[in-house]
Structures are given as C-alpha cells and as structure tokens.
C-alpha cells in the first residue's frame, strides 16, 4: 500500500499539551476534539500536529500544536476561544478534564529536525488504527537547553540513543517569550529540552530499550549535572485523527 505523501510542516513555536482527565472519560473527550476542535482550530490558523492517548495513563490526553510565531498564536487562540466552536462545544470538552493547565511553549532546537506531516488528514482516518508508539522524552534542565545542553546532547547523548535504535522525529526546546495568550496559562520559568521519538511497532521500541541499556560507555553522572529532576518519558499512541502517525 502506498503510503500518503508528506511535507514538511514547520512550526516556529508549538505547544505540548497534556490533559489529565476524569477516569473513563478519554474517549469523550477524542470524539469532541476530532470532531470539532481540529477543523475549527486549523480554520483560525494554527497547526494541529498530533494528539494522542499515554499508553501508561488511561486518564491523559496529550497533543502537540504549532503557531508561525507569538503573535500569530495570539491570534488564532483569541479567534478560536471567542469563536463558536468552542463556545458551542467547550463545556462538552471541559467536562472530561480534571487539569489542562500542564503546557509547555517550545520551539525547533534547530533546523532540519522539524515534524513531517501527511498532507491530508483524511487519508489517517481512513487507514488502519497505527501501530506505531511516540515517546516524548523530557529533561528538565538548570539553565536553558542553548546554554551548553544542547550541545551536550547533539556530541554525547544523540549518538548513543541513535545507534541504539532511537527513531526521533523532533527535538523541542523551551520558548521563553511572554505568554501571548494568558487565559490559557503555559508552565513559564521552566527549561526543558523535549525529544519526540516515533517506532513502528512495539517490537522496535522494546529493542531500542533493549539496546540502550546494554550500552555501558555513557556516564550517567554527567548527564544528572545538567538535569534537576530525572528524566521524564511518556509512550503514547496516535488517535485516528492525528496528522503524526
């Protein structure tokens, strides 16, 4: 089967979004946004790039989406929250939710490490439910990811994690200009450096683990004197409308 063309869809500034939700209330949530949030959001001019469910946690829901910059942000969200989809359907979405307030604003580490998209997001629902698994790693960092870390993780960390099977497909770092949009808050004051990796199958992410642990030649300690907190790793699935898959 041929697989439906892609392109690149860069975005300048992105949020990752996660929802922690009321217990057995996900897939409700997934059929409003679906339905209604992603035609009306990418209307108002932004780019809904993925959104998915944590393999670990029944109640999250986590999704990415990509702004050309600040003010553009500003105003899609303000055509967006004061348009009617949302009015008409936001408190169908909000009844699901416990948190929504866990945001992180990023932007591309740098050049050639951008998101690849489907043309079409159609071609996505008509397929097969994915068999593949995104892992967003995340580190929290004592200073800006540009400061050294970066550096650190393209000589040192990225070599390892790509000969042990790592298949990543974005590496996102803190944005930190002033939130344009404060009815929605985002988690400012933070330093992140956030790796998205994409596996086919669970059979490729069980043998990248497999691979990394055996690899003995990297110093862990050096890695924790950059961190101040241990790395946090979320694995997740795409749903049927996602454009990542």
Same mark, same amino acid.
């Given at each position: 089967?041929?697989?439906?063309?892609?392109?690149?869809?860069?975005?300048?500034?992105?949020?990752?979004?996660?929802?922690?939700?009321?217990?057995? +209330?996900?897939?409700?949530?997934?059929?409003?946004?679906?339905?209604?949030?992603?035609?009306?959001?990418?209307?108002?001019?932004?780019?809904?790039?993925?959104?998915?469910?944590?393999?670990?946690?029944? &109640?999250?829901?986590?999704?990415?989406?990509?702004?050309?910059?600040?003010?553009?942000?500003?105003? #899609?969200?303000?055509?967006?929250? &004061? $348009?009617?989809?949302?009015?008409?359907?936001?408190?169908? @979405?909000?009844?699901?939710?416990?948190?929504?307030? &866990?945001?992180?604003?990023?932007?591309?580490?740098?050049?050639?490490? &951008?998101?690849?998209?489907?043309?079409?997001? !159609? #071609?996505?629902?008509?397929?097969?439910?994915?068999?593949?698994?995104?892992?967003?790693? =995340?580190?929290?960092?004592? #200073?800006?990811?540009?400061?050294?870390?970066?550096?650190?993780?393209?000589?040192?960390?990225?070599?390892?994690?790509?000969?042990?099977?790592?298949?990543?497909? @974005?590496?996102?770092?803190?944005?930190?200009?002033? !939130?344009?949009? =404060? +009815?929605?808050?985002?988690?400012?004051?933070?330093?992140?450096?956030?790796?998205?990796? +994409?596996?086919?199958?669970?059979?490729?992410?069980? $043998?990248?683990?497999? @691979?990394? @642990?055996?690899?003995?030649?990297?110093?862990?300690?050096?890695?924790?004197?950059?961190?101040?907190?241990?790395?946090? =790793?979320?694995?997740?699935?795409? =749903? #049927?409308?996602?454009?990542?898959?």
């Amino acid at each position: 089967m041929t697989e439906p063309a892609k392109t690149s869809n860069y975005s300048p500034i992105i949020e990752l979004r996660r929802y922690t939700l009321h217990p057995n +209330r996900r897939d409700e949530l997934i059929g409003v946004f679906d339905e209604h949030f992603l035609e009306g959001q990418e209307h108002c001019g932004m780019k809904i790039i993925g959104q998915f469910t944590d393999m670990d946690d029944p &109640d999250a829901f986590v999704w990415f989406r990509g702004f050309n910059d600040m003010r553009a942000r500003q105003k #899609a969200l303000t055509a967006f929250y &004061d $348009g009617p989809v949302w009015g008409e359907h936001r408190h169908m @979405a909000n009844a699901t939710m416990v948190d929504s307030d &866990d945001v992180l604003l990023l932007h591309p580490a740098y050049d050639g490490l &951008d998101f690849e998209l489907p043309v079409s997001r !159609n #071609a996505n629902q008509e397929a097969a439910p994915a068999s593949s698994i995104f892992r967003i790693a =995340t580190y929290k960092l004592r #200073a800006s990811a540009e400061t050294g870390f970066l550096e650190f993780y393209k000589t040192e960390l990225a070599p390892i994690l790509d000969d042990s099977g790592d298949r990543r497909i @974005a590496l996102l770092a803190s944005e930190h200009s002033e !939130n344009s949009f =404060t +009815r929605l808050p985002v988690r400012l004051g933070e330093n992140v450096l956030v790796s998205v990796s +994409r596996f086919d199958s669970a059979a490729e992410e069980a $043998g990248f683990d497999r @691979a990394l @642990a055996d690899r003995m030649d990297f110093d862990q300690a050096r890695l924790a004197t950059w961190l101040i907190a241990p790395l946090v =790793t979320a694995r997740l699935k795409p =749903t #049927a409308g996602s454009l990542l898959r």
